[in-house]
């Protein structure tokens, strides 16, 4: 099958609306990356270092609090802000997908989030994690891979996430002084899940000498991302079969990484999760095999990964072997994400304590709490994660309910149909847009649709 633009839209982007048209080419989808990042200007999110109440800030108060009843109720104020915070930037990340022209970028974010996940380990930092995502993830999503590695493994929200920074080199000064030793965390994570893969071709020498490298490696409340020699491994890393530079400074971790993100086991793991991802849960392996092939060709720069992606056939089938379809379903974030953006909804408009209610809160009974996935392999992508009788329910029960909460005037069903299904629209849900009842069992009816729940 050849390009489509509605198919570009729904597949590669994050759904049909009233007020964008679809891309017209794939040319005009990598010219949006290219281009400047409009929503991040019009729905501002913070960065990790501007972020107030910061951590320190909040830990200091917190052990203060036995102590001074001043403290306890600054360290009470600080969580308020720090949850009113983390409203704002879930309500703009919402915000950037239902009104953004430029789609693509979008849930390129989002995929990368997930395969660099971090989640907050205590009660102090779930608002940095969307910073983290901001700074580390989006201003890298076309360059390099290498570049997006080593902006998204070395950020203090990995960092703490996997205890780097418990992690000592034997025989670096501090190991010799205090005993500490080895932490193998963020190497085993960094093989085995953001780039070779799992089976990749590394053995646990690789991770320890990995491992090795990253010491020194840390991070302080107020500075974000330090180097400490007196923590670093002494002497140099054979990684891969590449002799790393004796060098104990954050050159040497950027030579590490650089040597795993260009071994084609990382072109091919991360070409498949792509495809995977966009595509199909069994994607053509001539797919994969392009991907794959301007990867290595480039020295990872993504930009040429997506072109190669974009501009297969296999991209833009609508049916697989034994013409079975290639449709993916939607996570539960992109299910209202899409909705909002079908509806023609102002997330950025809506009070905070509705956004909880009506969105946030829903998510969580669909399968997938904010920003706090199970572990650092991140949300699943098989159908059958999120086709189950639980999370089904709760996107049912969000689509009959919640629209007419968010609409002052609902639209009539026989045009909501064609804004979000475009030309492709079953007749049983072109029946049913006819002859619901009401506007709102219409417009529930169009959106709990196997149709609308699948990027086809």
């Keep these: 099958m050849t390009f489509s633009p509605e198919l570009a839209d729904r597949r590669f982007g994050v759904g049909l ?38 951590f320190h800030e909040l830990r200091d108060l917190r052990r203060q609090m036995d102590d001074s009843e ?19 930037n879930f309500a703009h990340t919402l915000a950037r997908g239902a009104q953004t022209t430029d789609g693509f970028r979008e849930r390129l974010t989002r995929f990368w989030a997930d395969h660099f996940t971090v989640v907050s380990k205590n009660g102090l930092m779930p608002h940095l994690v ?61 093989l085995e899940l953001h780039t070779l893969g799992v089976g ?71 070409a498949t999760k792509l495809a995977v991802h966009f595509v199909s849960d069994a994607p053509d392996p001539d797919l994969v095999a392009a991907m794959e092939a301007a990867y290595l060709a480039t020295s990872g720069r993504l930009l ?18 034994n013409d079975r379809p290639m449709a993916k379903v939607m996570r ?14 102002s997330v950025d408009q809506l009070p905070l304590g ?22 650092p392999n991140g949300w699943p992508e098989e159908a059958e994660a999120w086709i189950t009788p639980q999370g089904m329910a709760g996107r049912i029960t969000w689509a009959m309910q919640v629209p007419s909460e968010l609409v002052r005037v609902l639209p009539d069903p026989r045009d909501f149909v064609k804004t979000a299904l475009g030309a492709t629209i079953p007749d049983e849900v072109s029946f049913a847009a006819r002859a619901a009842e009401d506007r709102a069992v219409g417009i529930g009816l169009i959106l709990s649709s196997a149709a609308f729940q699948r990027r086809l």
């Design 200 to 270: 990749g071709p590394y053995s646990q020498t690789d991770v320890r000498e990995l491992a090795e490298a990253l010491t020194g490696l840390s991070w302080t409340s107020t500075e974000g991302r330090v180097y400490r020699p007196r923590f670093a491994e002494p002497g140099s890393e054979t990684l891969l079969g590449t002799t790393l530079s004796p060098d104990a400074d954050i050159d040497t971790i950027a030579q590490a990484l650089t040597v795993i993100a260009e071994h084609p086991a990382t072109a091919r793991h991360i």
């Design 130 to 190: 969307t910073p983290y995502v901001e700074e580390a993830i989006r201003p890298n999503l076309s360059g390099s891979f290498a570049t997006l590695l080593f902006a998204a493994v070395t950020h203090p929200m990995m960092v703490v996430y996997l205890d780097q920074a418990r992690s000592v080199g034997p025989n670096s000064i501090a190991g010799q002084n205090n005993g500490r030793g080895l932490n193998e965390n963020l190497a085993r994570e960094i």
């Design 70 to 88: 001043a403290a306890s109720e600054a360290y009470l104020d600080g969580r308020r802000q720090m949850n009113q915070l983390r409203q704002v």
């Design 332 to 345: 539960s974030y992109d299910f209202i994400q899409s909705s909002l953006r079908a509806l023609g909804v």
């Design 304 to 321: 040429a990964v997506y072109e190669a992606m974009l501009k297969h056939p296999a991209a833009w089938a609508v049916t697989g072997p």
């Design 354 to 375: 509705v956004v909880s209610r009506t969105l946030r809160v829903p998510l969580r009974v669909m399968g997938q709490d904010w920003e706090r996935p199970n572990g």
């Design 17 to 54: 609306s009233t007020h964008a048209m679809p891309p017209e080419s794939v040319e005009r989808i990598l010219q949006g990356l290219a281009g400047p990042d409009e929503m991040a200007s019009a729905y501002p999110i913070p960065k990790y270092a501007d972020v107030s109440p910061s």
